[in-house]
């Protein structure tokens, strides 16, 4: 299906939390999408803050409401696209499905070959609803 | 200033809005910034929608806390950089500094040559906050 496809071959997406005072909050992520689950780490570049401190953490644990935005710019506007997914994130640390998260992100981005992901959190996002708009290419 | 030319320089940002149930909704947007203020048209290219139905508009008008994020993606992590303002929104669509957001926008993106602004709502952002992280390059 061409939403998976385009999902599958991104780099980098952004993904929005909201606060206990109901202001967003945005930052870039690297991620993998498999099966309407979104996985993405709380990897060793972000911050020098241990991963409780960071706002997208304690937003999530306060609101697990989020969007995961992908998109697609081009100077020729015939040809933007954008895929939102909204769904519920949770924080893993342990256990099968966190491993395998690892490992697909590891696979995915050769950098980790240089920065473990070994015991880092993973944000899981369960993804509830998916809008598709314009060209994905 | 490096962060305010980084800004200047970008063709499109990402902008976060939370709805009336505590949901963030994220879109691409394309901008102008000038002085602690940004400008972003509804244009032509969303939706068929009248402007007053878009989601984004929904959201501002009964939550004005937004943020807006400017990034940067490059295989070299250490290459990684990114921008957030935070900010309060409003519609705009009259008046002087109406017109002057349009007349820059027309400016900075010549795809408006075929795609008239004039009459079309305008979000303009107030920035209370900025965050930088990483490389602005």
Redesign the interface.
Known sequence: MLTERFLEEQ??A?L???DG????????IVFVYADGVLYTPIDL???AAPPERLRRVRNIRS?P?????F?H?D?D?QR?G?V?L?GRAEIIQRGAEYRRAIRLLEEKYQ?YDK?PLEGRPVIKISVERTVT?GQLI
Chains 1, 2 share one sequence.
């Open positions: 780099r980098v952004r929005a939390t909201v005072r109901g202001r967003p909050h945005i930052v870039p570049k972000p911050k609101n409401q989020v969007q995961v935005l998109d710019y100077e506007w933007l954008y939102q909204r950098q920065l708009w």
